[in-house]
C-alpha cells in the first residue's frame, strides 16, 4: 500500500510566497504598534485625567481658601453648599456667617432625637466668676424701709440680725482735675544780699508741659496697650473737659515717652544676648512717607525675646537679612523661628537655628480647612497634637527642663518617626503645589530644625509666645494704620518693647512708666541696668 499523499507546501524562497508572508508580518507589526499606541494613549489618559483632577482640587483649594478668607475665622465650619450660597448673597455680614455656620446640614434627613442626644456634650458652666481679691472694697448697706423694722406678729422693732452679701465690679469714670502745684518761696528780711530760694521743681516726663505725668501715661497706654489712635483721644479729651489738645502736641507726648525709653531698652538688648535662647518673628507695618506719591511704605517690625525675660522690637524699613543680622551680631546661643530664609546663616559660629512646629502644624490645618475630607493632614495634625500634649502634661505637673527632657525623651521619638512616615507617604498622593503638598515641603525641608528639642531642654515646640508679642501691633495698625515718619519708628519699638515686657511679666505697665519715666533723663546710663522691667519686677519681689 503507498504513503498516504502529503500536502507539499511552497518554499519560502517562491516569490509570491514571500511576499504574502511579509504582507502578513507587515500587519502585524502594524496591529501591534497601533496596540501599543492605544495603551500609550490610555495611560497618558489615565495621567492627564488624575493631573486634571488634581489640579480641580487646587483650584477649588484655592476658591476655598479665599472664601475662608473673606468670611473669617469661623468659615471653615461651613460646608461647600453653604459657602456656594454665601458667596452669591451681596453684603453678606460676618454675624450672619457665625450663625450660618452653626446650622445643621442643608440636605439630608432631619437629625432624629437619638442623632441630637449623640451629639457633642455642651461644656459644663463654670458657675458664676468671683472677682479679685486685690481690688479695694468700698461698702453699702442697704437698710430695711420701716415697714420691715417692725415686726408682724408683736408690733416691736426688729433687730439686725446679719447680712445678705454680693459683690458687682463697679468702675469710677475718669476724673479730670487740674492740680496746682505751689513752690514755696523763701528769703530772709536781714540778709537780701543772699536773695530768694524757691522750692526745687518735682522731676517730671516732659518739662513745662499743660499736662501731668498721668495723662502722658495715659496717652501712650491707650495708644500702644488698647490700640486707641490719638485723633479719638483728643476727641474724648476734648468731650470730657473742653480741652483742645491737639494731635500733633499729643504725638509730641509719645515721641517724647519713646525717646527717654530707648536707652533702657538698648541695656535690655545687651542682657538679652546674653541670654542662651532667643524666639524671633517679624511683622509687617506701614510707614508714611512725605514724598508726595500718597503711599505707605512697608516697614518691619523684629521681635526678639526669651521665655520668662523682657522682649525687645527693632524697627526695620525692610525685610531683609541684614535687620537680624545687625541685631543678633555674633549670638552664638539657640535661635528659633519660623521657616524665613533671613534668619539663615546670621549670628555666631555656634549659633543653633530651630524650627517651629506650630508653623508646620498650621500649613496642615489650612490643608484641612480647604478640603476637610483630607485624612492624611488630618492624621498628621494629631500627631503632632500629641508631641504637644506631652509638653502640655509636663506643665500641668510643673516640671523643670530636665524633667521636661525626660519625657519627651521617653514618648516623642517614636510619634517623631511615624509623623516623618506619615509625611513622606502623604506627599507621594498630592501635587506640590496643593496646601497639603506645600506644607509637606516646609516641614520636611525644616524637620531637622524641628527635631532640635530633642537636644535641647530648654527649647519650647513652638515660637507662639513670640507670635503672641506681635498682637498688640497687628490689632493696632488697623485702628492707628501706620508710622507716621520713618524717625518715628525706634521709638515706636522702644514703647512696644516695655509695654510687651511688662505683659510679659504681670508688671502693672502705668506703675512702672510712673516709677521710671520722671528724671530718667537726668538718670546715668550706669544705673538704667537697675530700670529694665525683669530688674524692676526683681526690685518689687525683695
Same mark, same amino acid.
Not at 452669591?88 to 432625637?113: D, F, I, N
Not at 439686725?160 to 452679701?165: A, D, H, L, R
Not at 515721641?255 to 538698648?266: K, N, T
Not at 520668662?308 to 525685610?319: E, L
Given at each position: 500500500?503507498?504513503?498516504?499523499?502529503?500536502?507539499?507546501?511552497?518554499?519560502?524562497?517562491?516569490?509570491?510566497?514571500?511576499?504574502?508572508?511579509?504582507?502578513?508580518?507587515?500587519?502585524?507589526?502594524?496591529?501591534?504598534?497601533?496596540?501599543?499606541?492605544?495603551?500609550?494613549?490610555?495611560?497618558?489618559?489615565?495621567?492627564?485625567?488624575?493631573?486634571?483632577?488634581?489640579?480641580?482640587?487646587?483650584?477649588?483649594?484655592?476658591?476655598?481658601?479665599?472664601? =475662608?478668607?473673606?468670611?473669617?475665622?469661623?468659615?471653615?465650619?461651613?460646608?461647600?453648599?453653604?459657602?456656594?450660597?454665601?458667596?452669591?448673597?451681596?453684603?453678606?455680614?460676618?454675624?450672619?456667617?457665625?450663625?450660618?455656620?452653626?446650622?445643621?446640614?442643608?440636605?439630608?434627613?432631619?437629625?432624629?432625637?437619638?442623632?441630637?442626644?449623640?451629639?457633642?456634650?455642651?461644656?459644663?458652666?463654670?458657675?458664676?466668676?468671683?472677682?479679685?481679691?486685690?481690688?479695694?472694697?468700698?461698702?453699702?448697706?442697704?437698710?430695711?424701709?420701716?415697714?420691715?423694722?417692725?415686726?408682724?406678729?408683736?408690733?416691736?422693732?426688729? =433687730?439686725?440680725?446679719?447680712?445678705?452679701?454680693?459683690?458687682?465690679?463697679?468702675?469710677?469714670?475718669?476724673?479730670?482735675?487740674?492740680?496746682?502745684?505751689?513752690?514755696?518761696?523763701?528769703?530772709?528780711?536781714?540778709?537780701?544780699?543772699?536773695?530768694?530760694?524757691?522750692?526745687?521743681?518735682?522731676?517730671?516726663? =516732659?518739662?513745662?508741659?499743660?499736662?501731668?505725668?498721668?495723662?502722658?501715661?495715659?496717652?501712650?497706654?491707650?495708644?500702644?496697650?488698647?490700640?486707641?489712635? %490719638?485723633?479719638?483721644?483728643?476727641?474724648?479729651?476734648? !468731650?470730657?473737659?473742653?480741652?483742645?489738645?491737639? !494731635?500733633?502736641?499729643?504725638?509730641?507726648?509719645? +515721641?517724647?515717652?519713646?525717646?527717654?525709653?530707648?536707652?533702657?531698652?538698648?541695656?535690655?538688648?545687651?542682657?538679652?544676648?546674653?541670654?542662651?535662647?532667643?524666639?524671633?518673628?517679624?511683622?509687617?507695618?506701614?510707614?508714611?512717607?512725605?514724598?508726595?506719591?500718597?503711599?505707605?511704605?512697608?516697614?518691619? %517690625?523684629?521681635?526678639?525675646?526669651?521665655?520668662?525675660?523682657?522682649?525687645?522690637?527693632?524697627?526695620?524699613?525692610?525685610?531683609?537679612?541684614?535687620?537680624?543680622?545687625?541685631?543678633?551680631?555674633?549670638?552664638?546661643?539657640?535661635?528659633?523661628?519660623?521657616?524665613?530664609?533671613?534668619?539663615?546663616?546670621?549670628?555666631?559660629?555656634? +549659633?543653633?537655628?530651630?524650627?517651629?512646629?506650630?508653623?508646620?502644624?498650621?500649613?496642615?490645618? #489650612?490643608?484641612?480647612?480647604? #478640603?476637610?475630607?483630607?485624612?492624611?493632614?488630618?492624621?498628621?495634625?494629631?500627631? +503632632?497634637?500629641?508631641?504637644?500634649?506631652?509638653?502640655?502634661?509636663?506643665?500641668?505637673?510643673?516640671?523643670?527642663?530636665?524633667?521636661?527632657?525626660?519625657?519627651?525623651?521617653?514618648?516623642?521619638?517614636?510619634?517623631?518617626?511615624?509623623?516623618?512616615?506619615?509625611?513622606?507617604?502623604?506627599?507621594?498622593?498630592?501635587?506640590?503645589?496643593?496646601?497639603?503638598?506645600?506644607?509637606?515641603?516646609?516641614?520636611?525641608?525644616?524637620?531637622?530644625?524641628?527635631?532640635?528639642?530633642?537636644?535641647?531642654?530648654?527649647?519650647? %515646640?513652638?515660637?507662639?509666645?513670640?507670635?503672641?508679642?506681635?498682637?498688640?501691633?497687628?490689632?493696632?495698625?488697623?485702628?492707628?494704620?501706620?508710622?507716621?515718619?520713618?524717625?518715628?519708628?525706634?521709638?515706636?519699638?522702644?514703647?512696644?518693647?516695655?509695654?510687651?515686657?511688662?505683659?510679659?511679666?504681670?508688671?502693672? =505697665?502705668?506703675?512702672?512708666?510712673?516709677?521710671?519715666?520722671?528724671?530718667?533723663?537726668?538718670?546715668?546710663?550706669?544705673?538704667?541696668?537697675?530700670?529694665?522691667?525683669?530688674?524692676?519686677?526683681?526690685?518689687?519681689?525683695?
Amino acid at each position: 500500500m503507498s504513503a498516504p499523499l502529503q500536502p507539499t507546501l511552497p518554499p519560502l524562497t517562491d516569490p509570491i510566497v514571500a511576499e504574502i508572508v511579509a504582507q502578513m508580518r507587515q500587519q502585524l507589526d502594524t496591529q501591534t504598534q497601533q496596540l501599543h499606541a492605544q495603551e500609550k494613549q490610555r495611560q497618558a489618559d489615565a495621567r492627564e485625567l488624575a493631573y486634571a483632577q488634581l489640579k480641580i482640587q487646587v483650584l477649588e483649594e484655592r476658591l476655598r481658601k479665599m472664601r =475662608i478668607a473673606k468670611y473669617g475665622k469661623a468659615s471653615e465650619k461651613l460646608s461647600d453648599l453653604q459657602l456656594d450660597l454665601l458667596e452669591l448673597e451681596p453684603g453678606v455680614s460676618r454675624e450672619e456667617v457665625e450663625a450660618e455656620s452653626q446650622r445643621a446640614p442643608l440636605s439630608g434627613p432631619p437629625a432624629t432625637p437619638e442623632d441630637r442626644n449623640t451629639h457633642k456634650p455642651a461644656r459644663k458652666h463654670p458657675g458664676r466668676q468671683t472677682l479679685p481679691a486685690h481690688l479695694e472694697r468700698i461698702e453699702k448697706i442697704v437698710a430695711c424701709t420701716p415697714e420691715q423694722c417692725i415686726c408682724g406678729g408683736c408690733s416691736k422693732e426688729t =433687730i439686725v440680725i446679719g447680712y445678705e452679701e454680693s459683690e458687682v465690679l463697679d468702675v469710677k469714670p475718669a476724673e479730670y482735675f487740674v492740680r496746682v502745684t505751689r513752690r514755696e518761696k523763701r528769703a530772709c528780711k536781714q540778709c537780701e544780699e543772699h536773695g530768694v530760694v524757691v522750692a526745687s521743681v518735682p522731676e517730671c516726663i =516732659i518739662p513745662k508741659s499743660l499736662v501731668s505725668d498721668q495723662v502722658i501715661i495715659d496717652t501712650v497706654v491707650a495708644k500702644y496697650c488698647n490700640s486707641l489712635p %490719638l485723633y479719638r483721644q483728643s476727641a474724648i479729651l476734648k !468731650r470730657d473737659t473742653g480741652l483742645d489738645i491737639s !494731635r500733633s502736641t499729643m504725638d509730641g507726648w509719645v +515721641m517724647q515717652v519713646g525717646e527717654l525709653l530707648q536707652p533702657i531698652v538698648r541695656v535690655m538688648r545687651s542682657e538679652l544676648l546674653g541670654e542662651s535662647y532667643i524666639q524671633a518673628d517679624e511683622t509687617p507695618v506701614g510707614v508714611q512717607m512725605h514724598d508726595k506719591r500718597g503711599k505707605n511704605h512697608q516697614s518691619y %517690625l523684629w521681635q526678639y525675646g526669651s521665655p520668662g525675660k523682657g522682649v525687645i522690637f527693632d524697627f526695620r524699613m525692610g525685610r531683609e537679612r541684614e535687620g537680624p543680622k545687625q541685631f543678633l551680631g555674633q549670638f552664638n546661643g539657640i535661635l528659633q523661628t519660623d521657616g524665613y530664609a533671613a534668619y539663615d546663616h546670621i549670628g555666631g559660629p555656634k +549659633m543653633v537655628h530651630a524650627g517651629c512646629l506650630a508653623h508646620a502644624r498650621r500649613k496642615y490645618i #489650612d490643608a484641612l480647612k480647604v #478640603d476637610p475630607k483630607d485624612q492624611d493632614s488630618a492624621r498628621i495634625v494629631a500627631l +503632632m497634637d500629641e508631641l504637644f500634649a506631652i509638653d502640655g502634661e509636663a506643665r500641668d505637673k510643673k516640671m523643670d527642663h530636665a524633667q521636661r527632657h525626660a519625657l519627651r525623651m521617653e514618648k516623642a521619638p517614636a510619634l517623631l518617626a511615624e509623623l516623618r512616615t506619615q509625611i513622606l507617604a502623604a506627599q507621594k498622593r498630592v501635587l506640590p503645589r496643593s496646601t497639603a503638598g506645600k506644607a509637606a515641603s516646609y516641614t520636611l525641608s525644616l524637620w531637622n530644625k524641628l527635631t532640635r528639642f530633642l537636644e535641647y531642654p530648654e527649647l519650647e %515646640l513652638s515660637n507662639n509666645l513670640a507670635e503672641n508679642s506681635m498682637r498688640p501691633v497687628a490689632i493696632g495698625r488697623k485702628n492707628w494704620v501706620h508710622i507716621g515718619h520713618e524717625d518715628a519708628g525706634p521709638k515706636i519699638a522702644a514703647i512696644f518693647s516695655i509695654v510687651e515686657s511688662c505683659r510679659r511679666l504681670g508688671l502693672p =505697665i502705668r506703675e512702672y512708666l510712673a516709677a521710671v519715666l520722671p528724671g530718667l533723663a537726668s538718670r546715668s546710663t550706669k544705673t538704667l541696668d537697675q530700670l529694665t522691667p525683669v530688674a524692676y519686677e526683681a526690685a518689687k519681689a525683695v
